[in-house]
């Protein structure tokens, strides 16, 4: 299996930019994690989906940022408008349960 | 309410020499609890995981975790540092639906 895959690898944009990050699970996982990771707040868990409806999205900082995942291989994080301060490393997560999760390479987002 | 500590934030030894990174949880369940690591630039990767099987469990690379109840603990622990070991370590807790991380421990391995 390829294993989770982000796309892109690397997003530079400017301020008041949509930003759509994109991600694809393993396949037969029915449990996906958006996380973001910086140096000042580690790893947080933004939004968690399982069969592909949102189960706790709590971990959303607000309403610029949204996410979907139309169908059980494919979900998208965005972010509208971007901020500087959205700066960080955004990794998605899956796994078959809600047990052992699986993590993608990430997207490393800079917005000027 | 559920929590995982790393009481170290850095932790540096020497090749050759063993690795101890501590983690410490809270949880009114029993949970599920894993340790993952991340190299510079990576995503995180499944180290080990304890799910109340055999308290003493086994990962990749060489590394061993121990889960003790009595004292809420699962420390991650290598006989012997490689320079590849360098990287940072999550320790991690699952219950149901609830997935927590600790704010991560890094290793420095010296020559």
């Known amino acids: 299996d390829a294993g989770v895959i982000q796309s892109p690898r690397h997003e530079v944009t400017e301020m008041g930019q949509e930003v759509t990050l994109r991600c694809k699970p393993i396949?037969?996982?029915?449990?996906l994690f958006w996380y973001r990771q910086t140096m000042m707040r580690g790893l947080e868990l933004l939004i968690y989906f399982n069969n592909n409806v949102p189960i706790d999205d709590s971990g959303m900082p607000e309403d610029r940022f949204s996410a979907k995942m139309p169908n059980a291989s494919f979900s998208t994080l965005k972010i509208q408008p971007s901020e500087p301060r959205d700066s960080a490393v955004y990794f998605c997560?899956?796994?078959?349960?809600?047990?052992?999760?699986?993590f993608g390479p990430g997207t490393r987002l800079t917005v000027l | 309410a559920q929590s995982v500590t790393q009481l170290d934030s850095h932790v540096s030894v020497s090749e050759g020499t063993p690795v101890l990174l501590r983690c410490n949880y809270s949880?009114?369940?029993?949970?599920?609890l894993f340790w993952y690591v991340q190299h510079p630039n990576k995503g995180l990767q499944l180290l080990l995981k304890y799910t109340s099987a055999a308290t003493l469990v086994k990962g990749i690379n060489g590394f061993e975790a121990e889960f003790k109840k009595s004292e809420t603990s699962f420390h991650l622990t290598k006989p012997s540092a490689h320079m590849s070991d360098a990287a940072e370590y999550f320790c991690?807790?699952?219950?149901?639906?609830?997935?927590?991380f600790g704010p991560g421990t890094r290793l420095s391995v010296l020559p």
């Open positions: 997560a899956s796994s078959e349960t809600t047990d052992t999760q699986y």
């Open positions: 949880s009114s369940y029993s949970p599920s």
């Open positions: 396949s037969g996982h029915n449990s």
């Open positions: 991690a807790l699952n219950y149901g639906q609830n997935f927590v």
